[in-house]
């Protein structure tokens, strides 16, 4: 939730409106990402983590339904009130849910009466926000903004989802043409360092920010330096080849019974063909391109291949302090190449925000003094609080205007099909 609530009239009208005109914008963005697919893809679920785009489509539909029309529209009358048992995520307070595995035996309702549940919540939505911005409702402004962030994140997941659909599928369909590049010159690795010291990390409390970004709180850091760029595949392919999936010495305990027990050789979407290594991406399959930063490696994946090039992984609080001064600018969805590309050589943090999700070694826990908020709402980020890790900087699917320099996400260390990657670290 945002941090700092105006209480000022005619700035809370203000945002109003701008809120307004967002939410036109991210839900017609939601459906232009998902134009390119078929009902058949859109209804697909190729493993219990990725649900389906219409799925993903009707749930966020669900959550202003749900948060907002429920509470602030006395006169809304649900689209469809058994909708709230098959788009409900994970929200205990709410009530019942469709088991997630099975989201993808929801042949019904379709893509077309999923879309017509769109448009009936939008214009309730736009008649609501209308009325909001003659009497502005901190509270109101307060969830629309969570719920636009919220949506924000599933367009991420829809790109993410649909790639491991289409990847399973034998004719390797794409989900957009590909883009022409010229291979470029891999530059060294190159560091910054960084004192240390007693350092502040958070969100400051100044604009919307998820609660799970604060508070803002005092770190101590020893001095430390980080690679000015992501690994390449050029260089994860070193390790490949140094059978560094077959030497226990670089991996922790769970990451060597985990790639045994899965079979894992590579990063996820790499595949031998005819002794050549390709990847699926969402412009179908090709070949490596050794200049690109690696993805879709698991934090097992990153940690075993930060020990075998004698660094480490960064901490959250080290990826923060570098990452202070930099603008949010990046390889993010608003470029439409959807993969992350390579580094510029030019001097400075390069790719920090952008290209892929960057692994940190830091369990995703509460900060000190954290608090949840209250009712479900409380339940969107505290309750995941074991058995995660952090990961920082967003990736060629973000969406554009969703991130922050304090943005934490957050997946178990197994996980791999979100667009994830490594930069390295070093004790200085």
Same mark, same amino acid.
């Given at each position: 939730m945002p941090a700092v609530i105006d209480e000022h009239p005619g700035r809370q009208e203000s945002r109003a409106a701008a809120l307004a005109a967002r939410f036109v914008a991210i839900r017609r963005f939601s459906e232009r990402l998902a134009a390119p697919l078929s009902p058949e893809d859109q209804t697909v679920q190729s493993? /219990?983590?990725a649900s389906p785009t219409k799925w993903h489509l009707a749930h966020t539909t669900w959550f202003f339904e749900t948060f907002i029309l429920a509470r602030f529209d006395g006169d809304y009358q649900p689209f469809d009130p058994r909708y709230g048992y098959l788009f409900n995520s994970y929200y205990e307070a709410v009530g019942a849910r469709h088991p997630r595995p099975q989201r993808g035996l929801l042949s019904? /309702?379709?893509?077309?009466?999923?879309l017509?549940?769109?448009r009936h919540v939008d214009r309730a939505m736009g008649e609501l926000m209308a009325r909001a911005e003659g009497k502005a409702d901190a509270a109101l402004c307060d969830l629309l903004e969570l719920g636009l962030n919220h949506e924000q994140q599933h367009q991420e997941l829809i790109l993410m989802d649909i790639k491991h659909v289409l990847s399973v599928n034998p004719l390797r369909p794409a989900y957009q043409p590909a883009r022409p590049r010229a291979e470029t010159p891999i530059w060294p690795m190159r560091w910054l360092r960084h004192g240390g010291g007693l350092v502040e990390v958070g969100h400051a409390g100044h604009g919307f920010a998820f609660d799970n970004e604060g508070p803002r709180h005092r770190v101590w850091l020893e001095p430390f330096a980080l690679a000015t760029r992501l690994v390449t595949c050029a260089e994860f392919l070193q390790f490949i080849e140094d059978d560094g999936y077959r030497r226990p010495e670089f991996w922790l305990s769970e990451g060597w019974?985990?790639?045994n027990a899965r079979g894992w050789t590579a990063p996820l979407y790499w595949e031998d063909v005819g002794g050549r290594w390709h990847v699926f991406t969402l412009s179908g399959q090709r070949p490596v391109a050794m200049d690109e930063p690696v993805c879709h490696v698991s934090f097992f994946e990153a940690a075993a291949y930060a020990k075998?090039?004698?660094k480490r992984l960064p901490t959250e609080a080290e990826w923060e302090q570098a990452a202070a001064t930099l603008k949010l600018r990046g390889n993010l969805a608003d470029t439409g190449v959807l993969h992350p590309m390579p580094a510029a050589d030019r001097g400075g943090m390069q790719q920090m925000v952008g290209d892929a999700w960057e692994w940190t070694a830091s369990p995703y826990v509460a900060y000190p003094r954290y608090r949840e908020p209250e009712g479900a709402i409380?339940?969107?980020n505290g309750k995941f609080m074991a058995n995660q890790m952090v990961l920082r900087g967003g990736a060629a699917v973000t969406p554009p205007g969703h991130l922050r320099i304090t943005y934490r996400?957050?997946?178990p260390p197994d996980?791999?099909?979100m667009f994830s990657g490594i930069r390295l670290a070093e004790d200085w």
């Open positions: 493993m /219990p983590d019904r /309702p379709g893509v077309d009466e999923i017509a549940y769109r019974a985990t790639i075998w090039a004698g409380g339940e969107y996400n957050f997946f996980t791999r099909w």
